[in-house]
């Protein structure tokens, strides 16, 4: 569903924010991306959503080059920055609807995600109002029904569970799971381990913009926890 | 004061996105950044140019009836009358509302220190536009009168003195209408309305101080009528002009304590009343309780400038700053279809040829200064990423944005031109004309609005008035346009060519059909490179 091969992005001229990265996600993956603050997860997530430029390397989508057809790669995925600033003029229900109307989504199927989608994070008596009158997880949960709304097959997620209450965490990994079960592949970044090791399937650690593992979580951390894992690579890779 | 220092220094270091650009990494925004920069001081140095020339040509004519000192004063009174609007306009953005609220207001400072660090910013950008007029008269003052050495001296810190009243009382007006609109049903519409009922009052007493330029005996009376206006109109413009033309101790004094008098009150109530009015204005209201029912579907463009139309008029800033123009656009045919007669007297063009040939310009400027692109681009602010994730292409993009610019200004030049063709009774080559150039120039600025932003933008503003009031792009703009309109209309007037308007109409349609095919073309790459 992703290929990256030999990403780097380098800002500056001289300082690289990623080194040189590669990795696969595949149909199904819930894959997490782990490092330091400052590591490259986010500059890797917005190069892969087509909102940044690199300076070599290719990014594929569903076997098409971001860089080449960044319409349709668009088309099959949806992502979702760590902090959404969305349209605080508008109201979620509008938010919504502008989303499903840019994704070509039919009138039938955006009535039954939004419905769907919007009670089971709970949000649905609150569709009417302002997103500038939304607090900073509601705000969140509106991002995450945007995301959904037209069933992309490549979920690109940048710190997914900040800001969110136990509950609406709960239900997103229930999503996540569901989500996988019928081929979309999830690719996200997060600081919480506990909520990785539980949830993906595969893991990459980044440090200093060079990766420094990547593959099936098992086969990753092997008996260890993946915090002892994280630490002792990032502190000796 | 050290905490002012600190915040003060914070808010001057937005001042025309310079710090930004002298921190930039990147070589190519960088590259842009110094591009954006020049253009602008370029732009700040032709806008002295003409402020030198018309400060000349008020000389002459003051000098000719020996009351040169009236352009000291005259001058004063115009920057103020610009300083009060500006300042109206800004109050919500940079005083109240604005983005970084939260995290100024946890810091431990002083309520009075943060509220006199953003009345600063708004004094620093006035100053910038004050100075514009003041400077440029001084000088022509000085090498015309020669005064004595004091004069120079007294000038700098009196144009010091000249912002900040207007400042202050632009400030309060525009506090008490953030206050009454802020918890109206539709703030926002009541908002807009008052502010441009506010506009239209300024505008409707400065006209009174125009005078006629060309005929000295028509200057002598209407100098005599301009020196009691500014007297009547605005006393601190006469002291200005008192303390340096004749010498007034006490006209300076006089300007002085009332600048710092009015500074005090200001804080002293902003002190006490900051934190409620932006609670006030931060609470929005809770819509109805939303129940599900059916969603109906549309086109992607629709849905673009849907987006686009509801963003424009979810900021007042944004509407007043630019349906000011189509207002005036209105103004213009209502009184040209009432009283043609009177309005080519005002302008002393005695016959109705050259007017004709006049008019489409004066509406081709109107319209220019309307545009809704030159800071359409930078209104995305913070929420771009999400038009740059999704899959849409550039051009539909930068095309629903001039939709919204078009969709305001074909209707308002139509009505205008109607009005003025019924006032005016013109043949149907001249009636031809007053369509189509206004029209050229819409399109033309709307293409040339996104031009310049993509190339300007100003995307990590934390209040509206950074790019809808001193965005470079809008001032470039703006003051684009009356150049583009005033070459043309002169060359119209003098000439009475017929080729004018051709030759205009063609050249702008072939710029912005070049402009548009340079944003297409480089549009997705422009796009990919904002952040």
Known sequence: MLTIEHLTKTYGGDVKAVDDLSLTVEPGDIYGFIGHNGAGKTTTLRAVAGILSFDSGTIRVNGRNIAEDPIACKREMAYIPDNPDLYEHLTG????????????????????????????????????DLIGSCSHGMKQKIALISALIHSPKLLLLDEPFVGLDPKAAHTLKGFFKELCDSGCAIFFSTHVLEVAEKLCNKIAIIKSGRLITAGNMDKVKGDESLETLFLELTEHA | MRELWILTKLQISSLFGINKILHMKNSEEKKQ???????????????????????????????AIGMLPTLLGVMALASSALILMFSIFETKGVLFGFGDYDIVMSWPVSIRSVAASRVISMYAYNFIYGLLLLLPAGIVYAVKAGPAWWFYPLYL?????????????????????????ARAKKSNLVGILAQLALVVGIMFLSMRTSMPLSDPGKIAGS?????????????????????LTAGSPVSALWLLLLSLASVAVLLLWLGKSFVSINSRIKSKPRGETFVMRRQVRSGQMAALVRRERARYFSSSLYVVNTAFSYIMLLAAGIALLVKADAVATFFEIPQMAPLLSIIPFVLGWIVSMGTTTAAAISMEGKSLWIVKSMPIRARDWLTAKLAVTLMLAIP????????????????LLDAFWMYAVPLAYSIAFGVFGLWLNIRMPRLDWQNEAEVVKQGGSVMVCVFSGMGVAFVPGLVAALTGSALVQPVTVILLLALTLWMWRSLVKSGERRLLLLH
Not at chain 2, 226 to 239: C, F, K, N
Not at chain 2, 414 to 421: C, D, E, G, H, P
Request: proline letters at 5%; a neutral charge; charged letters at 15%.
């Open chain 1, 93 to 128: 229900i509008q938010y919504l609807n502008f989303v499903a109307d840019i994704y070509g989504v039919s009138e039938s199927d955006r009535d039954e995600r939004i419905k769907r989608y919007a009670d089971a994070f709970e949000m649905t008596p609150r569709l009417n």
């Open chain 2, 412 to 427: 308002s030049i139509l009505l205008a031109s109607t009005l003025i063709v019924i006032g005016l009774k013109p043949g």
């Open chain 2, 223 to 243: 100098a005599e009528t301009l020196s009691g206006v500014v007297a009547r109109m605005y006393p601190p413009a006469q002291w200005f002009q008192d303390a």
């Open chain 2, 33 to 63: 950044g110094k591009r954006a920069l020049g253009t602008l001081i370029a732009m700040i140095f032709a806008l002295g140019y003409f402020s030198v020339l018309y400060s000349i040509m008020m000389a002459e004519g003051f000098a």
């Open chain 2, 157 to 181: 810190v009196l144009m010091l003195l000249i912002p900040a009243l207007p400042t202050i009382i632009g400030a309060l007006l525009g506090t008490v209408l953030t206050v009454i609109t």
